[in-house]
T-cell receptor, first 116, second 112 residues
Framework: DTEVTQTPKHLVMGMTNKKSLKCEQH?????MYWYKQKAKKPPELMFV???????INESVPSRFSPECPNSSLLNLHLHALQPEDSALYLC???????????????FGPGTRLTVT | QQQVKQSPQSLIVQKGGISIINCAYE??????FPWYQQFPGKGPALLIA?????SEKKEGRFTISFNKSAKQFSLHIMDSQPGDSATYFC???????????FGAGTILRVKS
């Protein structure tokens, strides 16, 4: 089973709201990722957690705050977002490690976020 | 040096034809090259991946060809079907680290 689940599927929020995106995987993967994808563009990496520790932050604004409560769960807390933050937010996971197969990333279906 | 250049931007193929998408990279430290397929409103799905120690990998109708000296790799979709209509992304990563560098994407349309 190579399933990554994300909730909610759609989210509309105002610029003063606080909301959270959730991601879950039960494949025993030890690396989890947040990506942002704009229409007709490739996914852009935001954060990487490896063994539940933040290993990569791609200079993401502090209004995005990731959290990894355990090896199966990944959250993205949102606060004071801007309309330009509207996008598809994708979560992914991989086994972690250096070998080719260990780096296979499996993506969830994404959360379509609209900031009004 | 981090870029992966993908072409064409869009592609129209007749049903039963061969779809070919090309990618080129500069960073010789890249050693893992996956292809992803993405349908509208869905997340990217891993299609097939290759490492530089092989020149070709085939899975069903999908084949990756890899040319290490030219620093190029390509996806061939044989007997293309309308259900293959999607956006395809090539990507690359280094042995150390978990970052995937994506190409810009190719929108494939297979006409029936």
């Amino acid at each position: 089973d190579t399933e990554v689940t994300q909730t909610p599927k759609h989210l509309v929020m105002g610029m003063t709201n606080k909301k959270s995106l959730k991601c879950e995987q039960h494949m025993g993967h030890r690396a989890m990722y947040w990506y942002k994808q704009k229409a007709k563009k490739p996914p852009e990496l935001m954060f990487v957690y490896s063994y539940e520790k933040l290993s990569i932050n791609e200079s993401v604004p502090s209004r995005f705050s990731p959290e990894c409560p355990n090896s199966s769960l990944l959250n993205l807390h949102l606060h004071a977002l801007q309309p330009e933050d509207s996008a598809l937010y994708l979560c992914a996971s991989s086994q972690g490690g250096r070998g080719g197969d260990l780096r296979e990333q499996y993506f969830g279906p994404g959360t379509r976020l609209t900031v009004t | 040096q981090q870029q992966v250049k993908q072409s064409p931007q869009s592609l129209i193929v007749q049903k039963g034809g061969i779809s070919i998408i090309n990618c080129a990279y500069e960073n010789t430290a890249f050693d893992y090259f996956p292809w992803y397929q993405q349908f509208p409103g869905k997340g990217p799905a891993l299609l097939i991946a290759i490492r530089p120690d092989v020149s070709e990998k085939k899975e069903g109708r999908f084949t990756i060809s890899f040319n290490k000296s030219a620093k190029q790799f390509s996806l061939h979709i044989m007997d293309s079907q309308p259900g293959d209509s999607a956006t395809y992304f090539c990507a690359a990563s280094r042995e150390y680290g978990n970052k995937l560098v994506f190409g810009a994407g190719t929108i494939l349309r297979v006409k029936s």
